[in-house]
């Protein structure tokens, strides 16, 4: 062996592994100061050669190996994996002094033949799934292309990802809208220098103003509407109900009048899994939205549809960026209860399927995305900590400190009364009666009263019409 190299192990001896050890043998410049030793595979293979190299042992004999060998570090190359063997890896690399890196996105680096940067495994590969594929045929793009598309809620974590992605569509006009004006220019920053071709307006502004939304509809002409745009924290809005009428509801009512009052041809509502038997103010409010979408489906001729998903993996104010900070500072990482587990999906994966529901969706219909199986949130934790190279519980402390108001040990993607369809395997649309379009502008106006500016503002009062209101209209539609 070479001292004067890195010494590397590679974890999978299959296609991308396989890819690894051809570019080992051709000199190729990304791994010049590295020199393979072997892989780790399963059993059958323990003893074979690949490109010369001999498949040393397990998976599980990692520690072993690293010693005996003198690994300096690991390549994770499994490129089907679904996040459970790399949970696994990283656990069994921990207990080493050896580092873990992969080669993102594997399955791309597959199809094109090169290895692309090296890195350090992410927080999101801990959880990732099969890559989504669609056929984006030049006919099922008609309904984005050559069009103007409103996204608001533009410098959000979901709403951004959302606006990259149609940016590498063959769109006319980008009209980026929110109200918090660093985030909003620092995306015009970003954007204005990876898509210099596309026609981007970035419009600060807040959408509890008709008069506000008005004029963004009558200076861009949009065709195509994603709403992101809503106040999400749980605890912050426990503490501030009024702000899921006003920001939440009333936002949401002013960007739909305007979009019915302009014929917008496809309308997209950005929905939560906390809508469903919610036991949060943000839940509530997002359950009651939904509902709105189905009224003023019913007055429009274009498609009027909701989104519904579960956690966004790298959001603000999600539980992976407090972790990490938590674990920068050396500890302890809170969770609120041991057995709280949540549905996960990257930013990537989320504005993907939003999209692609825009593509296929009907009109008043809400989609539900298939976001696999939930996550403890105590083995996130465990996970992350390890990938930051300290064992849980030792070097860092993890603490339980009991669930705040409005949380829910779990969450479920589909309320008990509602028929689900799956429409392709990452998208499920959902049915159930509606209530009567009278009964939901009727409850819509007796929200909007009870925040009322010339009345006494009542938190209490707030919050039990909130949740009266949405259980009537969960009631109805069973």
């Known amino acids: 062996m070479n001292t004067d190299k890195i010494s590397v192990l590679i974890i999978g001896a299959g296609g991308a592994g396989s890819l690894i050890a051809q570019k080992f043998t051709e000199n190729d410049p990304i791994l010049q100061k590295y020199e393979c030793v072997g892989f780790v595979d399963d059993k059958t293979k323990i003893g074979s050669k690949l490109f010369d190299f001999t498949i040393l042992g397990l998976i599980d004999h990692i520690p072993d190996l690293v010693l005996d060998y003198d690994i300096d570090i690991l390549f994770y190359a499994i490129a089907s994996d679904d996040g459970k063997v790399l949970r696994r890896v990283v656990e069994l690399v921990s207990k080493t002094d050896a580092q873990l890196r992969t080669f993102p996105p594997i399955h791309h680096f597959l199809e094109v033949g090169g290895l692309g940067q090296l890195r350090k495994v992410q927080p999101e590969d801990l959880l990732r799934k099969k890559p989504i594929t669609f056929d984006y045929s030049k006919e099922k793009l008609k309904n984005i292309i050559n069009k103007v598309i409103l996204v608001t809620g533009a410098a959000g974590s979901v709403g951004s990802e959302i606006v990259a992605q149609l940016c590498g569509f063959n769109i006319k006009r980008l009209i980026c809208l929110d109200c918090a004006e660093s985030n909003l220019f620092n995306l015009e920053n970003n954007l204005k220098e990876l898509f210099p071709n596309i026609e ?26 994603f709403h992101a745009a809503a106040y999400k924290h749980v605890t912050a809005l426990e503490r501030n109900p ?20 302009y014929n917008i041809k496809i309308f997209v509502q950005i929905s939560t899994d906390k809508a469903v038997n919610p036991a949060s103010i943000m839940g509530l409010s997002k359950n009651f939205i939904e509902y709105m979408i189905k009224a003023y489906a019913t007055k429009t001729t274009g498609k009027f549809l909701a989104v519904r998903f579960g956690n966004v993996l790298e959001s603000n104010g999600s539980v992976i960026p407090i972790f990490k900070k938590q674990i920068e500072n050396g500890g302890p990482v809170t969770i609120t209860d041991e057995k709280m587990t949540r549905y996960f999906m990257t930013r990537t994966e ?50 339980t400190i009991g669930i705040r108001a409005g949380e829910k040990l779990e969450e479920k993607l589909f309320k008990e009364f ?46 039990k019409a909130l949740l009266s209101i949405v259980t009537k209209l969960d009631l109805k539609s069973r």
């Open 350 to 399: 989320a504005a993907q399927l939003v999209i692609h529901s825009a593509i296929l969706g009907q009109n008043n219909n809400l989609y539900v995305l298939n976001m696999g199986k939930p996550y403890s949130i105590k083995e996130v934790a465990e996970d992350l900590i390890r990938l930051y190279g300290y064992r849980p519980n030792q070097d860092i402390q993890i603490k």
């Open 200 to 225: 981007l307006i970035f419009f600060l502004g807040d959408l509890r103003n008709k008069d506000t939304i008005d004029r963004v509809f009558k200076l861009f002409s949009p065709e195509i509407v």
């Open 242 to 261: 009024e702000q899921a009428i006003l920001n939440n509801i009333i936002g949401a009512k002013n960007i739909l009048e305007s979009s019915i009052e």
């Open 418 to 463: 509602e028929q689900k369809t799956k429409i392709n395997p990452y998208i499920f649309q959902v049915k159930s009666k509606n209530p009567k379009v009278e009964t939901i502008f009727h409850f819509m106006d007796e929200l909007i009263n009870l925040v009322n500016p010339a009345k006494e503002m009542n938190v209490v009062l707030i919050k």
